[in-house]
Every structure is written in C-alpha cells, then in structure tokens.
Nanobody
Framework: VQLQASGGGLVQAGGSLRLSCAASARTFSTYAMGWFRQAPGKEREFVAAINWSGRNTLYADSVKGRFTISRDNAKNTMYLQMNSLKPEDTAVYYC???????????????????WGQGTQVTVSS
C-alpha cells in the first residue's frame, strides 16, 4: 500500500485545514488507517484513527472535538479535517495504514506498516 499525504500549509491560530491521504491499493477499504504527527524535537504521536469501514473512530485527547477523521473508500482516500488550530498543532503529519487487513485501529504506531511521506502543518499565533 502506497500512501501520499497532502493538504498541509501555513494557517493562523483558529483556522482550518483539511489533510488528504491517497492510497494506491485497491484493497484500501480493508485497512484501518491513522494519522500521526511529529513536532520538531518530539516523538511521533497519535492523532486519530479510523477502522476499515469508517464507522468507528478514535482521537487523541489533544485534538478531540477539533479534528475529524474520515475516509472515502470509493476514492481510496482518507481525510483529516482540522478546525480551531493551535500553534501546538504545528508538526509534520503522517498518514498510515495498519499492517494487517481487517485489523482493529490502534494508537500504537508500531502496528502500522505503511506510511505516507508526511505533510507540514504550521500554525502561527
């Protein structure tokens, strides 16, 4: 599964961005997916995850109520709608797919075997 993240950019605090993650595999709909981020000098952290059908989602406490993860299996694409952005949201955002098909979503990055190249999100104060 090849993944390509896009949609990052520079935005003022309080603004919005929508990230996209396009997948190459026709089996995209069988993989749980996730978004992770890494700020300079910090470890990669979990942001949000969605199961293969799109019915179930999971969020980090820091983004709950502000970010929304979704997917369109017909388009082989996952999204992350980010609202009310804060300077502390500044990071490189990565999309990822679980290593195994039909497995449950997870907050643990080690369970994700496929990663996109990352897209930079910068939130100015």
């Amino acid at each position: 599964v090849q993944l390509q993240a896009s949609g990052g950019g520079l935005v003022q605090a309080g603004g919005s961005l929508r990230l996209s993650c396009a997948a190459s595999a026709r089996t995209f709909s069988t993989y749980a997916m996730g978004w992770f981020r890494q700020a300079p000098g910090k470890e990669r952290e979990f942001v949000a995850a969605i199961n293969w059908s799109g019915r179930n989602t999971l969020y980090a406490d820091s983004v709950k109520g502000r970010f929304t993860i979704s997917r369109d299996n017909a388009k082989n694409t996952m999204y992350l709608q980010m609202n009310s952005l804060k300077p502390e949201d500044t990071a490189v955002y990565y999309c990822a797919a679980k290593s195994r098909q039909y497995s449950q979503y997870s907050q643990d990055s080690i369970e994700y075997g496929y990663w996109g190249q990352g897209t930079q999100v910068t939130v100015s104060s």
